[in-house]
């Protein structure tokens, strides 16, 4: 540390408004008349009488931030997954073998399975939801589904 390298930081602040000597007197640097020299007015996003860029983009809706990232099968997907993969598959699905063999994206932290279409198949399931139509097929099918429950 040198004495030429020193920063400093105890900048006294400019007063506006105090007298002509001050540098910052009379108009107080807000030149004269109109709507910006007066107190209070704040005009954010006028573009002097041009389209302002928050009207000119569309509308895009609304994405909420804490919908938590669910995946939903259906029995019909599982049944094409099972014929698609039938050497590569073991007798157990859950979310992680289904990440593993790149069925669905990775993005997902939890699995939900809903009952629209059959399942031929016995398998075992492992998912953190499931409708009680998915759950009556299952057991249908002679297969099995455990549920995990997370905190």
């Not at 004269?32 to 996003?45: C, D, E, L, P």
């Not at 073998?97 to 399942?119: H, M, Q, Y």
Request: glycine share 10%.
């Amino acid at each position: 540390m040198e004495l030429n390298n020193l920063v400093k930081i105890n900048k006294k602040k400019i007063r506006v408004g105090r007298g002509i000597g001050s540098g910052k007197g009379k108009t107080s640097s807000r030149g004269h008349k109109g709507q910006k020299s007066r107190s209070g007015v704040a005009i954010k996003s006028f573009e002097g009488g041009q389209m302002p860029l928050y009207r000119r983009l569309p509308k895009r809706g609304f994405k909420s931030f804490k919908k938590e990232k669910i995946a939903i099968l259906n029995l019909s997907n599982i049944q094409n997954i099972l014929e698609k993969n039938k050497d590569n598959l073991k007798n157990i699905l859950d979310l992680k073998t289904l990440k593993e063999k790149n069925l669905i994206n990775k993005k997902f932290i939890k699995l939900k399975i809903l009952g629209s279409g059959d399942l031929k198949k016995s398998i075992e399931i492992t998912a953190n939801f499931a409708s009680k139509k998915a759950l009556e097929k299952i057991e249908k099918a002679g297969g099995k589904l455990s549920l995990v429950k997370k905190k």
